[in-house]
C-alpha cells in the first residue's frame, strides 16, 4: 500500500488568496461564458471554469520537483520534437505545444542547454502554425534562445512567453487552444513523474503523482469543455484517468483552525493522505502512457 500525505493549509490558504485576488479583479457581470477562463499555463495554475477554482500545478513546477528530487535526467522522457510538422489539425499542434511546453521546462531544470534549441524550434514552428507566434511578444523567443549558455535563467521567459500566449488566446476567444495547452502540459508533467517511477522501487515521484488525485476533477472539467471531433479519443482517454485518480482513497484529518486577529483571517488546516494499491498506481501509470501516445500520435 502506498500512501501519500500532501495537500495541507497551504493548498486552502493559496486557493483562497487566489479567489480574493480573482474576485478583486472581476469586471461587472457578464453574460455566462461556456468556455473556460484558463489562468496560468506555465504561471500560476489557477483556473476559473464555471464559477469554480480549480488549482493545477503548472508543468514549471513539477519539473521542478523532480530534478529537486535529485531523479537523473532521461531523455527517453521527452517527446520527439524533430518533426512538429507531424501534427496536423489545431486541436494536436496545441496539445503537443503544452507537450513541449512541458519538456522545456523539464530540460531546463535538468540544465540540458543540449537539447533546448531542438525544442524551441519546434516550439516556435507550433506556434507559427497555429498563428500566434507574432502576437505574442515576438522578442521573447528570441530572448530565451540568447539565454541558452546558462539554462537555469531561461525558467522565467519561458513562463512569461506561455503567460503572454494564454492573454492573447483569451483575448481572441480561442479558449479550446489556450485549454489544450494546458492539457498537453499536464499529461507530460504526469509522464516525467511515472516514467521514472516504473523502474524504481518505492520512487519518491509516485509521492507527487498521487497528489494529482486533487486536480484531477478540474482537469476533467476543462477536457469536456473542448468541443471537437478530432479531441474525442483524448478526451475519452482524460476522463478515464482523472476518474481513476480522483476514485483513489483518501483519508482527511482536520487540525484546530489558526486565526490571524490582526489580519482578521482564519486558516483552516488539515493533513490528507492518499492510500493506493501498487496495481492501482501500476494501472495509472499505463493510462498517463496511452494517453500521452494518443497526443503525440499524428
Keep these: 500500500m502506498n500512501h501519500c500525505g500532501s495537500v495541507t493549509a497551504w493548498l486552502l490558504m493559496m486557493s483562497f488568496a487566489l479567489f480574493l485576488s480573482s474576485c478583486s479583479e472581476q469586471q461587472p457581470p457578464q453574460p455566462k461564458v461556456v468556455e473556460p477562463d484558463t489562468t496560468g499555463i506555465s504561471g500560476s495554475g489557477t483556473i476559473l471554469l464555471s464559477g469554480e477554482i480549480v488549482v493545477i500545478p503548472p508543468p ?51 540544465g540540458q542547454g543540449a537539447y533546448i534549441p531542438q525544442y524551441l524550434a519546434a516550439i516556435r514552428r507550433l506556434t507559427d502554425d497555429l498563428g500566434i507566434s507574432q502576437e505574442v511578444n515576438p522578442e521573447l523567443l528570441n530572448q530565451i534562445e540568447a539565454g541558452l549558455e546558462k539554462p537555469e535563467n531561461m525558467l522565467g521567459l519561458h513562463g512569461v512567453f506561455f503567460r503572454n500566449l494564454e492573454a492573447y488566446l483569451k483575448k481572441n476567444n480561442r479558449s479550446a487552444i489556450s485549454t489544450c495547452i494546458l492539457l498537453g502540459g499536464w499529461i507530460e508533467s504526469l509522464h516525467h513523474l511515472a516514467s521514472p517511477a516504473d523502474s524504481i522501487s518505492g520512487h519518491p515521484l509516485d509521492r507527487l503523482l498521487l497528489d494529482q488525485t486533487y486536480t484531477a476533477k478540474g482537469i476533467s472539467s476543462l477536457a469536456q469543455s473542448v468541443q471537437d471531433d478530432s479531441f474525442s479519443n483524448v478526451q475519452d482517454a482524460l476522463s478515464q484517468l482523472c476518474a481513476n485518480l480522483e476514485g483513489l482513497d483518501k483519508n ?27 496495481d492501482e498506481l501500476s494501472f495509472i501509470h499505463n493510462q498517463i502512457a496511452r494517453t500521452r501516445q494518443l497526443i503525440i500520435e499524428p
Design 252 to 278: 482527511y484529518e482536520f487540525k484546530e483552525p489558526v486565526h490571524d486577529r490582526r489580519q482578521g483571517i482564519t486558516y483552516l488546516r488539515c493533513q490528507s493522505e492518499v492510500n493506493c494499491t501498487d
Design 60 to 110: 514549471a513546477l513539477l519539473s521542478h520537483l523532480v530534478a529537486k528530487e535529485s531523479i537523473p535526467f532521461e531523455s527517453h522522457s521527452l517527446s520527439d520534437a524533430t518533426h512538429p510538422e507531424r501534427w496536423t489539425s489545431e486541436i494536436k499542434k496545441a496539445l503537443n505545444l503544452g507537450v513541449l511546453g512541458a519538456d522545456l521546462s523539464y530540460l531546463i531544470n535538468h
